[in-house]
């Protein structure tokens, strides 16, 4: 019985192992058409309606990518999927406080978003680790960035800068600037509370602190290789 139920464990891993790794190479390539956290959302809220268009990130203003990097993860482009000090300081703050302070990257969130499923487990923390480790290694930053501007939420049903951009500033999302693109950043990491379409004083406050950070990063030419 036990050599039985290891035989079966090891070929559930080497599946495992091998359909994953499959599954983030094609989507190295192809734009992935959903995301298990749409799917998710989707099955689980009522009346809950999903609202995406895919871009280019060659069409997307560069400034906007950079709102992103400076609010979200300001790391990015130095860090190989996680940020050690951010996951260290969050450790320590969450020992002392009832308020989870979270630690994940750009790489991090994408993984979590078009791969698995909301979940709290350190078993999920695990898995995301692993698809971070893959991403990284199989997409590169630029792919990131793309795949994470088109399933990011920025609002209730609205994934991506482009849908976001022709609901809450009635333009295509290759018109978004970066004064613009700082304000989408402002609405994470809770598009929900914080909305676009009546920002609050708070959200504004963020935008131009987020604003500070980019030029603090060195502005939109530290990126402009992708464009090339």
């Given at each position: 019985?036990?050599?039985?139920?290891?035989?079966?464990?090891?070929?559930?891993?080497?599946?495992?192992?091998?359909?994953?790794?499959?599954?983030?190479?094609?989507?190295?390539?192809?734009?992935?058409?959903?995301?298990?956290?749409?799917?998710?959302?989707?099955?689980?809220?009522?009346?809950?309606?999903?609202?995406?268009?895919?871009?280019?990130?060659?069409?997307?203003?560069?400034?906007?990518?950079?709102?992103?990097?400076a609010s979200e993860d300001q790391l990015y482009l130095e860090h190989s999927g996680f940020?050690?000090?951010?996951?260290?300081?969050?450790?320590?703050?969450?020992?002392?406080?009832?308020?989870?302070?979270?630690?994940?990257?750009?790489?991090?969130?994408?993984?979590?978003?078009?791969?698995?499923?909301?979940?709290?487990?350190?078993?999920?923390?695990?898995?995301?680790?692993?698809?971070t480790v893959l991403v990284e290694a199989i997409w590169g930053k630029k792919r990131i960035?793309?795949?994470?501007?088109?399933?990011?939420?920025?609002?209730?049903?609205?994934?991506?800068?482009?849908?976001?951009?022709?609901?809450?500033?009635?333009?295509?999302?290759?018109?978004?600037?970066?004064?613009?693109?700082t304000l989408m950043a402002a609405a994470l990491p809770n598009p929900i509370l914080y909305?676009?379409?009546?920002?609050?004083?708070?959200?504004?406050?963020?935008?131009?602190?987020?604003?500070?950070?980019?030029?603090?990063?060195?502005?939109?030419?530290?990126?402009?290789?992708?464009?090339?």
């Amino acid at each position: 019985m036990i050599k039985k139920g290891l035989k079966y464990l090891i070929i559930f891993i080497f599946s495992f192992l091998l359909l994953s790794v499959l599954w983030v190479v094609v989507y190295k390539f192809l734009n992935p058409p959903v995301t298990t956290f749409m799917l998710y959302k989707y099955f689980n809220e009522e009346d809950y309606q999903i609202s995406k268009k895919w871009i280019d990130i060659e069409k997307v203003d560069p400034g906007l990518l950079i709102a992103f990097i400076a609010s979200e993860d300001q790391l990015y482009l130095e860090h190989s999927g996680f940020d050690i000090v951010a996951i260290k300081n969050a450790f320590e703050k969450n020992k002392k406080s009832d308020r989870i302070v979270g630690a994940s990257t750009i790489s991090q969130q994408v993984c979590k978003n078009v791969f698995l499923i909301p979940n709290k487990s350190f078993i999920r923390k695990g898995i995301e680790a692993y698809f971070t480790v893959l991403v990284e290694a199989i997409w590169g930053k630029k792919r990131i960035m793309e795949v994470y501007i088109n399933i990011v939420e920025l609002g209730p049903g609205v994934y991506g800068v482009n849908a976001a951009a022709q609901k809450y500033f009635n333009k295509p999302g290759e018109e978004i600037n970066l004064n613009e693109g700082t304000l989408m950043a402002a609405a994470l990491p809770n598009p929900i509370l914080y909305d676009l379409a009546n920002p609050s004083p708070k959200m504004f406050r963020k935008k131009n602190w987020i604003l500070k950070q980019v030029y603090n990063l060195g502005g939109e030419k530290i990126i402009l290789h992708w464009y090339e």
